[in-house]
Every structure is written in structure tokens, then in C-alpha cells.
């Protein structure tokens, strides 16, 4: 049955991303739209969309309006655009005030008021186009205070009465935590008592957490971070709160848009490749050494590493362990990303100490890490937590063999190989610390160095599907059980 569906995403691919919630929003909603539901996808219009290549439209009605939050008066116009490379058109949020910024999120005062308006907006726009959603799709801390709007400040309005609320979690580390003193940015009103007392108590709102206790159901990323997120070592001082909702908690796992991660037609490559020409792989591989600046070379294994570098990304394993396994064996290594300071500087003291060996390019590429993807021969995240991680499936298409540590979505997609059997996709260590990752990096060498069950492993991991047609499926489910069951009582 078509489902009519209000999605409200912080970053979407192709037009702003900094990480996976952008792949997934971008290819959930062309998926959605393909399997012939209506989806009305929101998000900013931010300062960096690319406006020269964009053609946008003026949505009647929707031009202008006024928005109260707290003490701020806001004015913000809607226009529409279909998605590139999808059919499904998106929503931009226009309010230059708040979206032109230097960078698509901020440590301003007012980040939360950013998202908030986003929110208000997407929902003030459903009432003006009389579309009345049966699933509202929030996700994280971002959107995450929709469902007790939809409670509260929407609830008068019958357009919304039978509609059904998902907080997707893709990643507690980030909840929106502020201030107290500003809740009235909420634009809860006379609903402001309606606010977890717990943390106002303390002096602050946490938008995350108002989420998981209002939404009618919550989802994440993945089977496994669904269940680690319950412990404490993982849920980010929520596991209680998410414990308490666990009957309305569930994880599906990402899915990959083969439309533009797949070797046999990525339109990054100026070669293509797949499990029965593999010839090309090669050839990319010496054309990614030399354009780094490595030493060109088929024999020596280079490993690609492509991250946002945050403590959750695990980098901090590989401080002792990365230089003495340098100096011990023979391989390389081509690294892209940028975040914490520390981190890019061991990447940059390595690629020092090592040029031919290591390369290191800070900053963000969309091309360059399709060529990382494609060229190396191994892919390294060895995450500290990591909800689903697209990465490591991404490799997997592209027979680039992930070492991955075995948590949340890198438990669920990658399965370690067993030489005996011959089965398996890729190198997978349990523990958190420096021989764990010692022991992997050494086992996918000695491996790389055995063509015959090298070739098993690629060909083993070429032939997964982690497609979205398959996932966007599960996402059905859940909502046709979720419109079923009746609202989550207040
Ligand atoms: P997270 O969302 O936690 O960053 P994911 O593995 O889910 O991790 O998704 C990361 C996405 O962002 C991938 O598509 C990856 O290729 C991309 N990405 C991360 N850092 C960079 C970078 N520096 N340049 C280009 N793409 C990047
Ligand atoms: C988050 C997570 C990542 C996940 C992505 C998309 O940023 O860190 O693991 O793949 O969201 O869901």
C-alpha cells in the first residue's frame, strides 16, 4: 500500500553531506519514492548547496511565513527540487539567517534553534500543503523533537491524527544537548512542562532523548548497535531510557546505493571493474599510488582508510600500533578525512616519516574516495563504536577486503574468514586494543600473501548485497506495523 511519508534529515546526498546519515537519507527517500510511496523529504537550504547545477521552484503558499520560537522571529520560504540522480523531489528549507554558514554544522549558540526551525518548518509545510503524513521519519538529535510537537503544538490539527512517529538513531554520541534557559526555543509554549524533568532539572534540554521517549517506535542503523545501545558502555547515558522503550526499539541495517558505489559504473573511475575482470582493479591501483605519491607497486598491499576522525572511529588503537607494524611489514597506506586535531596529526607525522609509504589527504573529497574505494586493496575501520558504517560495505563491492572491528554494523556485514572453510568476506577483531588490531592488520597481510584464498576472500565479499531495494523493504514493514498499532500513550 503507497504510504504517505514526512522525512526531515539534516544532511542529504547528493546536495550536503558530512557523513552516512546523508547516504542514507538520499537513498531511503529515492527508494521510498521508487516503490511508489509519497515522500515529502525536508531538509536546510544551506549556504553550500550547490545552487549553479540546482534547479529550484517556489512552492506556492509556502513563501515567507512567519516562525516563533522562544524570543526569535523567523522567517523562512520552501522551495523544491527534484533530488539529482533521483526522481523523488526534496524540500529546502530557506532561511539564510540560520542555514548560510560557514560549515553545515556549527558549535554556535544557536545550533539547536537551526534544527528546531527545520523541524517546525517541515512540519508547518505539511499543514500548508494539506499533506497529512501516516509516518513522520525523524532523524537524530537533530529532528528528533517532532514527535512531541506532533503531541503538543500540532495536536490540534487533524491532518496529523493518525500519523505515526520514527526516530531513526544513527549515532547516540550526538545528542543536542542545551540549555535550559533556552527551552523556549522549543516552541513548546504552554507544553513546556512536557519536557523530560530529569534533564530541566538539571539546566538542560536533550533533544535526543525527548525523541526516544515520545516517538511511537525508534529505530537504528543496525541489529547490533539496536542491542548494544541498551548498555551502558554504548548508550551515551540513554541505555536506561532506551531499556525502558526496548518493546519499541528495533535496528535495520543500512543498505548501499549501488547507482553510485559499484565498480562496474562508478562514474568517479576512469577505469571499471568486477568479480570476472579484475584487471582493472590493478591498474587503478597503480594510478591511485602515483597520483598520492607512493611507491607504484602491485606486490606491496596498500590499505585505504576514509573518515571522519572522531574518537568513535577508533584511531586512537592505532597510535602504537600502526608505526611498529610500518617498520616490521611490508605495506602502505592512503588515508582521507579531517576532525580532531590529534588525529590528523599522527596521519600527517606519518606521512612524514614514511612518504612513499603513507598518504595522507586532510580534508573532504567525494571523488577521491571513490578512488581510495576502488584502489586499495584492504579498507581499515577499526571503530570504537560504529552504528551501521557504510564504508565497510561499500569496500566489500568493491573487493577492497574491510578489517573492521566486530561492533554494531561492522558485526552485522562483515563476517571474518575462516581459510578452513574458505567462507567469509573480510578480517574481524573483537577486542578494543592495540593487539586486537595488531592481530588483524598481520592476519589480512599474511592472507593478501596467499593469492589463491586472497582471491576466495575477494570474490567472497564482491558478491554481497547490501542493496537498498532489499532494506527500503524492512523500512515498509515497520511502517505498516507502526500504522497497525495504535499511538504510543503519553
Ligand atoms: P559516519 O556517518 O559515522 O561518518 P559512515 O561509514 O556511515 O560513517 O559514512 C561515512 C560516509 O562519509 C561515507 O560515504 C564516506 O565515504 C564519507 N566520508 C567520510 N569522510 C570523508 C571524506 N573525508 N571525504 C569524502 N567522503 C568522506
Ligand atoms: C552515523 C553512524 C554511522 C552510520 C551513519 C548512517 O553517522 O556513525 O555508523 O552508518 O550514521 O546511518
Not at 509554549?189 to 517506535?217: C, F, M, Q, W
Not at 599510488?289 to 585505504?304: M, W
Not at 556485514?413 to 588490531?437: L, W
Request: overall charge negative; proline content about 5%.
Amino acid at each position: 500500500m503507497p504510504l504517505r511519508i514526512c522525512f526531515i534529515a539534516s544532511e542529504v546526498t547528493p546536495l550536503a553531506k558530512t557523513g552516512g546519515l546523508a547516504d542514507v537519507a538520499g537513498a531511503l527517500a529515492k527508494y521510498l519514492h521508487a516503490a511508489g510511496h509519497d515522500i515529502r523529504l525536508f531538509m536546510p537550504l544551506y549556504g553550500q548547496i550547490d545552487r549553479s547545477t540546482l534547479e529550484m521552484w517556489p512552492v506556492e503558499f509556502l513563501q515567507d511565513l512567519p516562525l516563533r520560537l522562544g524570543s526569535h522571529s523567523l522567517r523562512f520560504s520552501v522551495h523544491t527540487a527534484r533530488l539529482p540522480g533521483a526522481s523523488t523531489m526534496v524540500y529546502l528549507i530557506d532561511c539564510p539567517k540560520l542555514f548560510e554558514r560557514a560549515t553545515i554544522y556549527s558549535n554556535a549558540p544557536d545550533e539547536h534553534l537551526r534544527f528546531l526551525a527545520l523541524t517546525h518548518a517541515a512540519l508547518l509545510s505539511c499543514q500548508r500543503m494539506g499533506f497529512a503524513p501516516q509516518i513522520l521519519h525523524c532523524n537524530d538529535w537533530h529532528t528528533a523533537l517532532a514527535p512531541l510537537l506532533l503531541k503538543t503544538v500540532f495536536a490540534w490539527d487533524t491532518l496529523f491524527k493518525s500519523t505515526r512517529s520514527l526516530l531513526t538513531l544513527h549515532n547516540m554520541g550526538y545528542q543536542g544537548v542545551f540549555s535550559a534557559a533556552d527551552a523556549a526555543d522549543t516552541g513548546l509554549e504552554t507544553s513546556l512542562s512536557r519536557l523530560d524533568y530529569y534533564e530541566t532539572s538539571e539546566g538542560r534540554v536533550n533533544p535526543l532523548k525527548e525523541g526516544i521517549l515520545h516517538a511511537d517506535h525508534i529505530s537504528t542503523v543496525s541489529p547490533t548497535y539496536a542491542r548494544e545501545i541498551q548498555t551502558q558502555d554504548y548508550g551515551w547515558g540513554l541505555d536506561g531510557v532506551l531499556r525502558d522503550r526496548a518493546a519499541d526499539l528495533s535496528g535495520i541495517l543500512n543498505g548501499v546505493d549501488y547507482e553510485d558505489w559499484d565498480p562496474r559504473h562508478d562514474r568517479f573511475l576512469p577505469k571499471h571493474y568486477s568479480p570476472t575482470q579484475m584487471a582493472n582493479k590493478a591498474q587503478l591501483k597503480q594510478m591511485l599510488q602515483q597520483r598520492l605519491g607512493l611507491a607504484v607497486s602491485d606486490k606491496r598491499p596498500l590499505i585505504g582508510l576514509i573518515s571522519r576522525m572522531t574518537l568513535q572511529k577508533g584511531f586512537d588503537l592505532l597510535f602504537d600500533a600502526l608505526p611498529a607494524l610500518m617498520a616490521e611489514r611490508d605495506f602502505d597506506i592512503a588515508v582521507l578525512g579531517s576532525g580532531e586535531a590529534r588525529y590528523e596529526e599522527f596521519f600527517a607525522e606519518l606521512a612524514h616519516r614514511w612518504p612513499h609509504r603513507v598518504a595522507f589527504h586532510r580534508g573532504y573529497s567525494d571523488e577521491l574516495s571513490h578512488w581510495i574505494e576502488a584502489g586499495s586493496d584492504l579498507f581499515l575501520m577499526p571503530s570504537l563504536y560504529e552504528p551501521c558504517g557504510l564504508n565497510q560495505m561499500y569496500s566489500l563491492r568493491y573487493g577492497t577486503i574491510p578489517i573492521v572491528r566486530r561492533t554494531g554494523g561492522l558485526a552485522d556485514s562483515v563476517q571474518h574468514f575462516d581459510p578452513q572453510t574458505r567462507e567469509g568476506t573480510g578480517i574481524v577483531f573483537n577486542d578494543y586494543d592495540a593487539t586486537g588490531v595488531s592481530w588483524a592488520l598481520n592476519t589480512a597481510l599474511d592472507l593478501y600473501a596467499q593469492k589463491v584464498l586472497w582471491r576466495k576472500l575477494v570474490k567472497n565479499a564482491m558478491a554481497q548485497d547490501f542493496s537498498w531495494q532489499r532494506q527500503v523493504g524492512e523500512y515498509e514493514t515497520l511502517y505498516e506495523q507502526l500504522l497497525a498499532q495504535p499511538r504510543k500513550p503519553d
